[in-house]
DNA sequence: ACAACAAATGACAACGTTGTCATTCAGAGT
DNA sequence: ACTCTGAATGACAACGTTGTCATTTGTTGT
């Protein structure tokens, strides 16, 4: 049999009502009540029924939405929040989902009553669609976004990740190897990194007095078929760069698979540069230079952001703050990049 | 405001327990009744309160345990088991965890009640430790196993993958390229599934009359540095191996590694075969043979079957009848493996 | 037409928790 | 000693649902 709250008041002879209150954390209770109640919770293993929680209006579940191919990504970011849930008693709810389907709205909502979660992380692109979040917030719904950005945005809590920046890095570091053609293999249009990344290898270019090219910067998706594509496009003109910045490790990878097939030698033929440390770049060969998204991190930040959004929104229905942190993704040097080899 | 039971009661006319009836397709409700509260119900889009339910007893979420530091397994998994929740209104819960740790049934149960699943899906290797198993169906809880084995056994209702078969098509496809020194890279030695593909290679060797080479058969993990370390093992000796069979994909990974490393040709010099159909598999230079192994509707059929046991048990304590469904892994040819070539 | 019975419907308790309000108690100020 | 205050504690309702049981309605057989 479940133990529930008024076993524990009875071993602790006191009314089940003072049990809460301890188990709660609320004020007034004197100590020495506060003892025994502790004290009986622990005898009887007492877990306080989440339902019944929840029912009189206590949620005490995440949910992470998110719309997004990456399996490796998704996971960090799943157990980056699962540890922050865990230490506030919370859940998580997943709940994976089609960014461009026409009712995405509803689709969040309905799952949001339906799971009855108190808040909600948000991942790119979703996060990004001012439109979304515009009509969640006006739902009620406590949530906290990831984004692509240099600063948090006003529109809500959020995670900010430079991308910008990191792009730079990655861009910087092929011309210290001496590379002047450099082309961007970009990801989706509608995804905010890839144009974020896109600014960073321009402002890279612009700050080392390079021309960028246009022939040398495609868009595409962040996928090895998309990689593949491009970079197929991008090897084969007459004058090809000596180096790539592909916007992610997949497509990083379709760029090295075309290289081989090309015959190309990486990274004494070309450098190759990914973006996003994933288990692919440490597997392949040669082993992929790229930026380390500490995705686990940014996640279980984010979920402590919303936690601690949801507490604050308990207490006092009116105003609001909002809280941002930001990230910057790390440069990892490895084997796929190397130095300009005059011909 | 959030609507209720009695909302949609009020508005079809009934009393709000008919709308119970009607809602959980109880017997003994008068059709017209019943189309006046799924019109009610329709128009106010009205969804129980999964707390409310849940509190009465009637739990609706299923638990995923998983060990598994494999993110494209996991998200698979979980993909197919969130389409049968979804069907059936369930939601999923997930639990990462040490299936070596100490307590881990105490932390498997604990889970089971601070969330309140109804019930879990078990992967390896978890799923095959019988005393594990043992300890949950003790403290009642309803699950399902996701096992390796070549039929269902009685502990509980499975879904079982036939590894033992696939690896036999694998070694078979190697052998019938002309391979005689086939090598067997296993995994996790307390994963059943190393265990089983590692008996279909030795059964399929013997088949084809061929002997087996004790130093060309290592144990070792389902990680690329084993792949990597163990295949530098077997390709440093004397007499190499002209093929290899690796159990996971990311074994193989690390065997490509090791060959590319070596200055070895693949599949010239050396055919590689993997085991799962992983993204790498397909993004690898050469893409990897390997066997596909449906995760995602493995997972369905289990939460299937997991659903379908926790209404059985609902109906009636006494007596249950275990379930248990078959896969077989199916072989995919590409470009890691090729036809012996005479030295 | 009436009893007997089954089907249809409803009233109400219960699940385990938290919020509201009433009550008790201890100590301070007169 | 006697009120007054505020802290400490408890009694009880409420959350939205399902299970139990009672009641009403309808149907069949005589």
Request: hydrophobic share 35%; proline share 4%; glycine share 6%.
């Amino acid at each position: 049999m479940k133990t529930t709250i008024k076993d524990v008041a009875k071993l602790a002879g006191v009314s089940f009502k003072t049990v809460s209150r301890v188990i709660n954390h609320e004020p007034n209770v004197a100590p020495k009540l506060q003892e025994q109640v502790w004290a009986a919770v622990k005898e009887l293993n007492y877990q306080p029924n989440r339902s019944a929680r929840l029912l009189r209006g206590t949620a005490s579940s995440l949910g992470l939405i998110y719309d997004n191919p990456n399996s490796h990504y998704i996971i960090e970011l799943q157990n980056g929040i699962l540890k922050e849930c865990h230490k506030h008693g919370f859940e998580l709810i997943i709940h994976p989902c089609e960014a461009t389907s026409k009712n995405i709205v509803d689709e969040i909502l309905s799952m949001t009553q339906r799971s009855q979660v108190a808040g909600l992380v948000l991942t790119p692109p979703l996060s990004e669609m001012p439109e979304v979040i515009d009509e969640l917030q006006q739902a009620g719904v406590v949530l906290v976004r990831i984004i692509s950005a240099q600063q948090a945005d006003t529109i809500s809590s959020c995670v900010f990740i430079d991308d910008h920046r990191a792009a730079y890095q990655i861009t910087q570091h092929l011309i210290d190897l001496g590379h002047k053609d450099i082309a961007f293999l970009g990801g989706d249009i509608d995804h905010r990194s890839s144009l974020e990344r896109k600014d960073g290898y321009l402002n890279a270019l612009k700050d080392n007095k390079l021309e960028a090219n246009a022939e040398l910067i495609l868009d595409g998706r962040y996928s090895f078929e998309s990689g593949v594509a491009n970079s197929d496009i991008l090897l084969q003109q007459d004058k090809r760069p000596s180096a790539i910045f592909a916007c992610n490790d997949e497509i990083a990878a379709g760029t090295l698979f075309t290289a081989r097939r090309l015959g190309l030698e990486v990274p004494s033929d070309l450098s190759i540069a990914g973006f996003e440390d994933s288990p692919f770049s440490r597997q392949s060969w040669p082993q992929l230079t790229t930026s380390q998204q500490a995705g686990r991190e940014i996640a279980q930040k984010a979920a402590g952001i919303l936690i601690d959004e949801i507490r604050q929104r308990k207490k006092s229905t009116q105003g609001y703050a909002w809280q941002g942190y930001g990230f910057c993704p790390q440069l990892v040097e490895r084997d796929s990049t190397g130095p300009k080899t005059t011909e």
